[in-house]
């Protein structure tokens, strides 16, 4: 005896909805991407220095400090970003100038740029910057053919950076650019 028309349609359409039900939360646990975040209200970053050869002598080094405080949150695909304003002060020595070698220079740095951050990894964040520095300079012992410094200037700054994630609120930063590189960790 085979089955009436009416119950095979029944059962097919019951199994036929069944799979539909159960099927789609399987699937999308699957295929759902977590996009992280990152959010934090402040940065701050205690670095070392090293000053461009262009500003007045062979090479400078010294220590500073900034802090950044993200202004938009987003992603740019999967990779999660943010823009900074990002600010602070650096001091800088320089030992010998250009002529002869006999003058030091001591350069206090303000620098002010738009920072573009994006987390690429988990343990890896990328930087670009742009902006300027605000500076004073004033000189030390300087023989014969020796000139002082600039004394207050505005610079044009731009620098790409990379960030080491050692915890969710530590890492190890460099930033190569023009006037300065720095290196140091930074505190979220």
Known sequence: MSPS??????AAAAF???LTVAAPPALAQQVVVVRERVIYPIEVEPHFTFGDADIYGPAGFGGGLRLSIPVAFGHLGRIADNVAISFGGDVV???????????DADY????????WNLRLARPFSLLL???G????????????GCSGPSDIGVLPAVAVGGRFHL??????????????????????
Not at 5 to 10: D, E, H, M, S, Y
Not at 108 to 115: E, G, I, N
Not at 133 to 144: M, S
Not at 167 to 188: C, E, K, N, Q, W
């Open 133 to 144: 520095y605000f500076y004073k300079g004033w000189y030390g012992a300087c023989g014969p």
């Open 108 to 115: 206090l740095l303000f620098p002010v740029a738009a920072q």
């Open 16 to 18: 036929a909805f069944a």
């Open 93 to 103: 020595h320089f030992g010998n100038c250009y002529v002869t070698g006999q003058c």
């Open 167 to 188: 915890s969710d609120h530590v890492a190890l930063l460099l930033r190569v650019g023009y006037p300065m590189i720095t290196f140091g960790a930074s505190f979220f």
């Open 129 to 131: 910057e742009g902006g």
């Open 5 to 10: 028309p009416r119950i095979t349609l029944a």
